[in-house]
């Protein structure tokens, strides 16, 4: 059985005591205190007579007359009394309890909502922005250096350099309205702790390769991959 189902069944059996205990004053209280035992009492006896004429009580009648009949009642009429205020006493007792309970069982759900919702902003605070960013980089090595060997140097260097920009947008980072996208893509290699010399090395090769009029060599290409290597290799993911 769940928590939540064993509250539910708690408070369900509170209320159906509580029910209880106010049906048993309703009934104490409507049937009064002369129902609640029922009995034929002393039958009277005929009066004999004497033979002289003259009637004299018989021995119900003395024991009537030397006791007062009205002091049974008056007495179970205090008990019922004392029965309706002890089941009034109970059931106003069931009620604070029940109401404290809910209370409580409010609070702690409250403050597990709470905890819960501390846990996953923190997990996100972590993740957000480095980390996102480095997993997202990492995940996307083997298709940089694909595009890296593939095609003309110019273009592969061109095409690599895109593809951090890429995995940036994936984990949530954008380019700014007045970045560039060399801009932008130092910005996030300087957020993952890449080493700066490699993308230093790196950016020179993709402007280069993006704005200049001569042909890019093997041996640019070679050096790219040298540095994408190395950036592959110091960006930071904290755990």
Not at 50 to 67: C, K, N, R, V, Y
Not at 73 to 87: F, R
Request: aromatic share 4%.
């Amino acid at each position: 059985m769940t928590a939540r189902r064993a509250g539910t069944l708690a408070v369900a059996l509170v209320a159906a005591g509580v029910l209880l205990a106010v049906l048993l004053v309703t009934w104490a209280a409507s049937i009064g205190p002369s129902d609640v035992l029922r009995g034929n009492g002393f039958e009277k006896a005929s009066p004999t007579v004497e033979p002289s004429g003259t009637a004299t009580a018989s021995g119900a009648d003395q024991l009537a007359g030397s006791e007062n009949p009205g002091d049974g009642k008056g007495m179970l009429h205090v008990l019922a009394i004392i029965l309706n205020l002890a089941t009034v006493a109970l059931a106003v007792l069931l009620l604070v309890w029940l109401v404290r309970w809910l209370r409580t069982l409010r609070r702690v759900r409250r403050a597990r909502v709470a905890r819960t919702a501390a846990v996953e902003h923190a997990a996100f605070d972590v993740l957000q922005p480095s980390d996102a960013v480095a997993r997202e980089l990492l995940s996307d090595a083997d298709a940089q250096r694909t595009v890296l060997t593939g095609g003309t140097p110019r273009n592969a260097i061109v095409e690599c350099w895109h593809r951090f920009e890429l995995a940036a947008a994936a984990a949530g980072v954008d380019r700014r309205p007045w970045e560039t996208s060399s801009e932008h893509t130092l910005r996030i290699l300087n957020l993952v702790e890449a080493a700066p010399a490699s993308v230093s090395r790196l950016a020179g090769l993709y402007r280069e390769a993006r704005f200049s009029e001569h042909e890019l060599t093997e041996a640019d290409r070679t050096a790219a991959l040298e540095a994408l290597d190395e950036i592959h290799r110091t960006i930071g993911v904290r755990a």
